[in-house]
């Protein structure tokens, strides 16, 4: 019975975390393309977000950015700029934004949205060559770009 009531409690408070976020197509961007409010409302986590931007299945931000922090990684991109540092130099809202819809910020990057889930031309079902069918899921969640943004903010030296 004690289990059940734990497992219930954390059933519980996992879906009031994801019933407070902001659906992608609900995310507000300023006129520069950050995000202000956080999507969740909770804190992001630096060590998940460390993870996620080595995940190849997820984040896989080393593929295209060169991070000296995650030099444990292996195959760092060169497609888009280190990201050595950012954390002194740009803000959380940015960061938010960026990691959220960069073409909001950079309107020619070749960057994914990774919060994103209506407005794309010819969506694709993974790699099976067949268009989408139902609803798209971001790539990231709404706390997982929290932990990514929580992650980039402590890249504070260039």
Known sequence: ??????????????????ADSVAPDSVTYDEYGAVEASLTGAPGDAAKGRDLMINRGKGNCIACHEVTALEDAPFHG?????????????TEAELRGIVANPKMT????????????????????GYTGKAAQGEIEPILSAQEIEDVVAFLMTLQDS
């Open 1 to 18: 019975m004690r289990l059940t009531a734990i497992t219930a409690a954390a059933v519980l408070v996992a879906g009031t975390a994801f």
């Open 78 to 90: 060169e497609v888009g700029p280190a990201l050595n540092g950012v954390g002194g130099y740009r």
């Open 106 to 125: 950079f309107e020619g990057t070749v960057m994914p949205a990774f919060y994103k889930t209506s407005g794309f031309t010819r969506p694709g079902d």
